[in-house]
């Protein structure tokens, strides 16, 4: 039940996000409960949302869970708005010990999370070429795994295989028994080599298939990435194609919410995080972050250390000193991050691939 008439400031909404249906909830300045309501996943359950948030006062900002997810549309929308989003982490498991889980306790829970700001950030907005180089990033490592298994199930079929079919593919690479094996014309399917050529024959072009595919969302990428990326950092040692667009698509398009090069750093899982007790002051790796970006910096880290001199003479300096190579990888990522940051995330790169806007064009 609503109690506007008690409402002295703004309100806080507060979201809780499922494929269907969205259940939103409303607290005042003070963290009361003003109400609770079940909303369709869609356009119109959004604008119902938001009119329904909007009915209880001013609103200052929405918490809404999962805006990688099954939020994100709704975040999307709330941000055309002009009404502050916060992506809010899940309760905790106290909280749901005393107060239980319900859809409804969990809207509560991200209002008042959104109230006190704690532990919140604000959300990609998905709405640029960051948000097309995640998706084409997320069909390449399907198409990846894909063509891995395929590989494997070909090279299982080759060890079951008649001994004939065995010693001519078993001592190939995969790509040369892949075009063997897809060249094969096969018979009577009721002789076990015969069913044998034409069960490799079809892995084999399944593999054919997925890595066409590879190559082409290879190529669309690296040309996105050319496009928002400054030249002047795609031309250094280490920084390949497919490393950049793991980064930009962990800063997202509005890279202006990762505010520090320490912030980016821990988006990317290579800072350092305080474990001290006690008399014992000590730190631990950053054991979150993005794991995608965490990779694509400890690439950059290890070509470097391959082929890049200066590096080849830090590595050496450090090991003098006492350290490990795997601390000293670390030292390198943390460097890596730094470096992105200054020459790719602050200075702003989605300008350079501005979407021209239908009066423009």
């Known amino acids: 039940m609503s109690r506007m ?41 959004y604008a119902g949302l938001l009119a329904w948030l909007r009915g209880h006062g001013v609103l200052a900002r929405v918490g809404v869970e999962g805006t990688g997810s099954y939020g994100a549309g709704l975040a999307r929308f709330l941000a055309s708005q002009d009404v502050p989003v916060l ?64 590989g494997n199930q070909l090279r299982d079929l080759i060890t079951t295989a ?56 290879e190529a669309v990428l690296d040309q996105l990435v050319a496009r928002v990326a400054a030249p002047e950092y795609l031309a250094l040692t280490g920084v390949g194609y497919l490393s950049v667009a793991a980064l930009i698509a962990a800063a997202g398009d509005n890279p202006g919410r990762i505010r520090t090069e320490a912030a980016f750093a821990a988006l990317c899982g290579v800072s350092t995080v305080d474990c001290s007790s006690g008399k014992q002051e000590r730190h631990r790796l950053n054991h979150g972050g993005d794991r995608q970006a965490n990779s694509a910096l400890w690439r950059i880290a290890v070509t470097r ?35 992105a940051y200054r020459k790719l995330i602050r200075p702003g790169f989605l300008q350079a691939a501005a979407i021209p806007s239908e009066k423009a064009a």
């Open 5 to 45: 008439a008690e409402i002295a400031g703004p309100v806080t909404g507060g979201v809780d996000t499922h494929a269907g249906a969205h259940v939103a909830a409303v607290v005042d300045q003070v963290g009361r409960v003003l109400g609770t309501e079940s909303f369709p996943a869609g356009a119109d359950g």
């Open 87 to 150: 992506e809010v982490p899940r309760p905790d498991r106290q909280r749901r010990r005393r107060r239980g889980k319900s859809d409804a306790v969990d809207a509560v829970s991200a209002a008042i999370a959104a109230l006190s700001g704690e532990d919140c950030g604000t959300p990609k907005s998905g709405n640029g070429a960051a948000e097309s180089i995640r998706a084409l990033r997320v069909a390449r490592a399907g198409a990846m795994k894909a063509r891995t298994q395929a």
């Open 162 to 217: 008649p001994e004939r079919l065995r010693a001519q593919l078993s001592h190939l690479s995969t790509p040369r028994r892949v075009r063997a094996a897809a060249a094969f014309t096969c018979g009577d399917a009721a002789d076990p080599a015969e069913g044998a050529k034409a069960a490799m024959a079809s892995v084999a072009r399944r593999w054919q298939d997925l890595d066409t595919e590879i190559t082409r969302l």
């Open 305 to 339: 250390l391959r082929h890049d001199p200066r590096t080849q003479d830090y590595y050496a300096r450090r090991t003098a000193a006492g350290k490990t190579r795997k601390e000293i990888i670390r030292e390198l990522k943390r460097y890596a991050a730094r470096e």
